[in-house]
């Protein structure tokens, strides 16, 4: 198959993969409230670890690519970031919180990267930029009212969400220059498997605790297909899905993930929003929307008055 032809089933497959991780976090929230966090970290850091290995595995056989200690420091680096901190405190965050406030908190992570980046190395910002960091940070603030004017365990889960997210972005940030060395596949392998060491001894002692046998089949399964599925092989199905449709016509695909979350809450887990709530979501999604395609479409408006 050409790669004209691949082309309508990758949109199909990307529209899939939006389905599932928008469902994910029901399926989290749902598995959350039966083990708690701790456990569901201990867990996620028992099957990823393997899925990283059989990658490897499948990618170079025996003969694993070394790397030098400047690159290692960088690994361990990302290993701290995105995945003991981030993770943790993602995990915990979405305990306290709730399904569409994840999806909608997360997908502002463009635009603490673009903030992050300012910082670091003074970058100027377009205007389309700036309109679209000060609609989005609004629309956070507006989403977010109620659970700041009065805050109880939701209001600590959306702030830590935000940690989350910034966590997430200085991440990206951060995995930049060794990505483009080595490539994401064993930039995440390796990444993930330095940090299972530290996340299993940390969570160990409450996880050991659950009952896991007495988990029901189902249980397992969202287990099984949340963290190998939907945290592992999803990304790695969409770095191939960026490679085959362009990022430009996948990467709009992600502002489905808050609206589909929060339908899906809805319908399972009985979640409700209301005016006021959607008002501050379709807000937030704008101005991300314009962080990260604004520019493209100046250039675009400006080569076609060329």
């Known amino acids: 198959m050409n790669a004209a032809a691949r082309k309508p089933w990758a949109l199909l497959l990307a529209l899939v993969l939006v389905l599932a991780w928008g469902s994910n976090y029901s399926v989290q929230k749902a598995l959350l409230a039966q083990i708690g966090p701790q456990a569901m970290i201990f867990i996620r850091y028992v099957l990823t670890p393997a899925c990283a290995l059989a990658v490897l595995l499948w990618r170079y056989g025996l003969a694993w690519p070394r790397l030098g200690r400047g690159d290692w420091a960088a690994l361990a680096g990302l290993a701290l970031v995105g995945h003991v901190a981030h993770v943790s405190v993602m995990t915990h965050a979405m305990h306290l919180s709730t399904p569409f406030s994840s999806a909608l908190i997360s997908a502002c992570g463009p635009v603490f990267t673009l903030l992050i980046v300012r910082l670091l190395w003074n970058q100027r910002l377009l205007r389309v930029q700036l309109v679209g960091v000060v609609l989005a ?170």
Not at 149 to 163: E, N, S, V
Not at 243 to 264: C, D, F, K, Q
């Open 137 to 306: 940070m609004a629309g956070v603030l507006v989403f977010l009212s109620d659970k700041l004017a009065d805050p109880r365990a939701q209001g600590l889960g959306d702030l830590l969400l935000l940690l989350a997210t910034v966590l997430f972005a200085s991440h990206t940030v951060a995995a930049k220059a060794v990505i483009e060395r080595h490539g994401v596949l064993l930039v995440m392998a390796y990444s993930t498997l330095l940090a299972s060491v530290p996340l299993l001894a940390m969570n160990a002692p409450v996880a050991l605790q659950v009952a896991w046998s007495g988990l029901p089949p189902a249980a397992w399964l969202a287990l099984v297909w949340s963290v190998a599925f939907a945290s592992f092989a999803g990304w790695l199905i969409w770095g191939w899905l960026n490679a085959e449709l362009g990022v430009p016509r996948s990467a709009p695909l992600l502002y489905l993930l808050p609206p589909v979350a929060g339908l899906i809450s809805w319908a399972t887990l009985g979640e409700a929003f209301g005016s006021l709530k959607l008002l501050g979501a379709g807000m937030a999604v704008a101005g991300v929307a314009a962080v990260q395609f604004g520019p493209a479409a100046l250039q675009r408006r400006a080569r076609q008055s060329t």
